[in-house]
């Protein structure tokens, strides 16, 4: 009777995983995307989509759906309220959409620190560009400007209205101007001069070298430009923690999330596929054609364990002084 016990555990414990390869056999994964086509966060899901599949047991079908809308919250509610948590659904939003529901603005339904994170290619860095016909070429030309520049800006708590105020609540003259529904669309106001600068990753303009050879960094959250100084450097000792809700996106990059309570063998298998996909070098070449980082990714449960730092840290004080700065754009 022992021995029965035994043998069947032993077979149920190999077949679990078994199972569990096959579930993506024949069927189709979809992955919604927080922004419209055209734009650094739509060009990195579509590098990692182009390749993700392959390292899935099964090998399944992935289809791209673009959600625009609200600087990717639109997808994640969609993810949080109507997406079954089975597997076949994942989201790349964006790269700050966790921080409206830490900082609990409205309209939010999900909880950032219960969600399925699959895996991110890595850390980035952000930097504030203005054009080069503004006659601004340095920070310190900034905050001298007789004239008010102005930012584009994606949702009011974006790192892209975000940063941008920050600059302007420690004496730089600069307005930030919301409305745009993608980084796509403020690229093309930055073209069309109806806007003098942005706050961006690099990705944003790598498919852009024209415009990008009309405008000039001078501020940046990773010491990565000789010269230019860092965010964290400009501003007050006490707008530090605001920095750091900045700052948080180019830590965890651009993730792949799916919905809370996915299974735990189904999480795994994507989480496994997703670092393989990281270390192939047909994708580390279309990653750099867009300009994510190869070679460093962060697994799905380290971003879990970030979230959920970043949310402890994030106290009542913090989070009135971040609503005061992105409700007084």
């Known amino acids: 009777m022992f021995r029965s016990i035994v043998m069947f555990s032993l077979v149920a414990g190999l077949a679990a995983p078994a199972l569990a390869a096959d579930f993506y056999q024949g069927k189709t994964l979809t992955v919604i995307v927080g922004y419209a086509p055209g734009g650094g966060v739509d060009a990195s899901a579509r590098a990692i989509t182009r390749h993700l599949g392959r390292f899935i047991p099964g090998r399944p079908n992935i289809v791209v759906q673009n959600m625009e809308g609200a600087a990717g919250i639109v997808s994640v509610n969609h993810l949080d309220r109507r997406v079954p948590p089975d597997g076949l659904t994942l989201a790349v939003p964006g790269r700050s959409w966790y921080i409206e529901a830490i900082v609990k603005r409205p309209g939010i339904s999900f909880d950032p620190t219960r969600l399925t994170y699959v895996g991110s290619p890595g850390t980035v860095s952000a930097s504030g560009f203005v054009r080069l016909s503004t006659g601004i070429r340095t920070y310190e030309q900034l905050k001298a400007s007789p004239k008010t520049v102005t930012f ?25 101007v919301l409305g745009y529904v993608s980084t796509a669309r403020i690229l093309l106001a930055l073209e069309q001069g ?6 961006s990753v690099g990705n944003a303009l790598a498919s852009r070298t024209e415009l990008f050879n009309q405008l000039t960094a ?18 007050r000792a006490s707008h530090a923690p605001i920095v750091d809700l900045v700052m948080a996106p180019d830590s965890i990059g651009v993730p792949l999330v799916g919905p809370a309570g996915m299974p735990a063998d189904v999480t795994a298998i994507l989480r496994q596929a997703f670092l393989a996909m990281a270390q192939d070098k047909d994708y ?16 799905g449960a380290q971003i879990a364990d970030m979230i959920r730092a970043l949310a402890a840290a994030t106290t009542p004080e913090v989070i009135a002084e971040f609503n005061r700065l992105a409700g007084a754009k």
């Open 152 to 176: 584009g800006a994606l949702g009011a708590t974006t790192p892209t209205a975000m940063a941008p105020a920050l600059l302007a609540a420690n004496g730089a003259p600069v307005k930030v």
């Open 194 to 199: 109806e806007i003098d600068g942005s706050f």
């Open 218 to 235: 001078i501020v940046q959250t990773a010491p990565l430009r000789p010269g230019v100084p860092l965010l964290r450097d400009v501003v």
């Open 284 to 299: 580390q070449a279309d990653a750099v054609k867009v300009e994510l980082p190869v070679g460093s990714p962060i697994e």
